[in-house]
């Protein structure tokens, strides 16, 4: 069989898993040490070949490629090295299809839903949700039309370009919060290599020929974003990791390893196979800084008041979009952590929700919601979970005053999630004791 033909099978193999989410992808016991111990596989250390290329079957088309004589940096060994580092603990993890295969794609133009993001099922839904919200905050508050779309219809009518004028401005947004509004580099891929790795190091075809461009002005990031946003966007851009290596450059390594503490080394984790997002990078995507917890502040002692050796680093300031956990499983253990008010109250009314593992996004169209106590009587929340099967944003009135969802019997109390959906119970993590209606929508469990 030729090696375009073997290509093409593995395409459609791991197509094929992919689509069935609710079964793992299958390893073998080889596999799965080597991703765990960070043990090298045999072909670690060759050079680019036709047999490597198979390590990469979603590889990047050279029309997604830039041009050296573009300008920039080129990646350096140290800085790939200290990539993977920051990233996965070690060198000899690279990043599976899934992750290679997201971008931020839109849904239609001109629709029900023409804001969003199409999201995938695995670890980078958390980064894509991150930008999702930062996207509405963009279209609903901040952007030339802001004052002018805060109504849910106005959201429908975003056309294609209004779509690319809102990543672009997400995406960046949130590069220079993490730049500490100084600094930042993107990161893009150029045809050619840019360094010949060691023999401890994995090759991916990927990170090996990034070129980096930095920026001291927000508007130039802004720009360089839109005219490459397509390097982000387009199917096998591999945007969502470009974004990430952008958001680590400029954040610098040095930085993030600041912002960590003595409970969390790296950025991602391995879950059932994948790679999903640590609390510390969802905090650096909110936040601009890797805390690696979601509590007011640094934390100097423990639960049971002993003076802790090392503090715990916690958030420092309020960020534009909010935060919001729930976890059955954490909550039947009795550690459901406590976010704080940095999280809770964002600078604008736009939620990023983690609900049992799973993130989704809950905004209003009114910002005097954070401001203005009276606002919170009675008010609207709407909700995206980033699920293909939604077609339409769930619109949720929210009733602080009623407590009539409140449990009366002893077995209600016992077990609310067999009386109220998670997503409700999420809510009630900002919005104590609220009555949520769903109007006429099923609720999203």
């Known amino acids: 069989m030729s090696d375009c033909l073997k290509l093409d099978y593995i395409e459609l193999l791991q197509e094929d898993v992919s689509r069935r989410p609710d079964r793992p992808v299958e390893r073998s016991k080889e ?21 490597n290329q198979l390590l990469a079957p979603y590889s990047i088309p050279s029309t997604l490629a830039v041009s050296p004589s573009l300008g920039g940096l080129p990646v350096t060994p140290e800085l790939a ?7 996965f603990g070690g060198t000899f993890h690279v990043f599976n299809y899934e992750w290679r295969k997201s971008c931020f794609k ?35 508050f901040t952007g030339p039309d802001g004052s002018e779309r805060r109504t849910l219809q106005s959201l429908s009518e975003v056309g294609e370009r209004q779509q690319e004028q809102a990543l672009a401005a997400a995406l960046t947004d949130i590069l220079w919060s993490a730049g500490e509004e100084h600094s930042v580099t993107v990161t893009l891929v150029t045809a050619d290599y840019c360094i010949t790795p060691h023999l401890d190091y994995k090759l991916d075809d990927f990170t ?9 002005e927000k508007d130039e990031v802004r720009k360089f974003i839109y005219d490459h946003i397509q390097c982000f966007k387009e199917e096998r851009s591999h945007g969502v990791i470009l974004f990430l290596y952008s958001l680590i450059c400029s954040r610098t390594v040095k930085r993030l390893q600041e912002d960590l503490d003595w409970t ?6 391995v879950s059932l196979g994948n790679f999903i997002c640590r609390q510390a990078l969802l905090n650096l995507l909110l936040t601009g800084r890797a805390s690696p917890n979601v509590f007011n502040g640094n934390q100097t002692q423990g639960p049971d008041d002993q003076v802790l050796v090392r503090p715990l680093h916690g958030i420092l ?14 909550r039947d253990r009795n550690t459901l952590p406590q976010v704080g008010s940095m999280l809770k109250t964002p600078r604008f009314p736009v939620w990023v929700c983690s609900v049992n593992g799973t993130y989704s996004v809950l905004f209003s169209l009114n910002r005097s919601l954070l401001s203005d106590w009276r606002m919170e009587h009675l008010f609207q929340l709407y909700f995206y979970n980033g699920q293909p099967t939604q077609r339409t944003t769930a619109t949720l009135t929210i009733d602080t005053h009623s407590h009539h969802w409140e ?36 609720p999203f469990y």
């Not at 799965?32 to 960070?38: F, I, L, M």
């Not at 629709?111 to 996207?135: C, F, K, N, P």
């Not at 090996?208 to 001291?216: A, P």
Request: charged share 25%; glycine share 6%.
């Open 31 to 51: 596999e799965e040490n080597e991703e765990v111990s960070g043990r090298p596989p045999s072909t670690d250390g060759l050079a680019p070949g036709p047999r």
């Open 81 to 87: 090295v200290d990539l993977r580092k920051i990233l």
């Open 106 to 140: 839109f849904r239609e133009p001109n629709s029900d839903l023409a804001y969003a993001l199409e999201t995938e099922r695995g670890g980078t839904r958390a980064i894509q949700m991150v930008v999702q919200a930062h996207i509405i905050k963009y279209l609903l």
């Open 208 to 216: 090996e020929r990034l070129q980096l461009f930095t920026f001291n």
């Open 264 to 269: 969390t080394s790296h950025l991602l984790q």
């Open 317 to 330: 300031a309020r960020s534009d979009t909010g935060f919001l956990y729930w976890s059955r499983e954490q």
């Open 407 to 442: 449990a009366t019997s002893e077995s209600w109390e016992a077990d609310l999630e067999r009386c109220f959906p998670s997503t409700e119970m999420t809510i009630r993590t900002k919005w104590d004791g609220a009555a949520i209606d769903w109007n006429g929508t099923t």
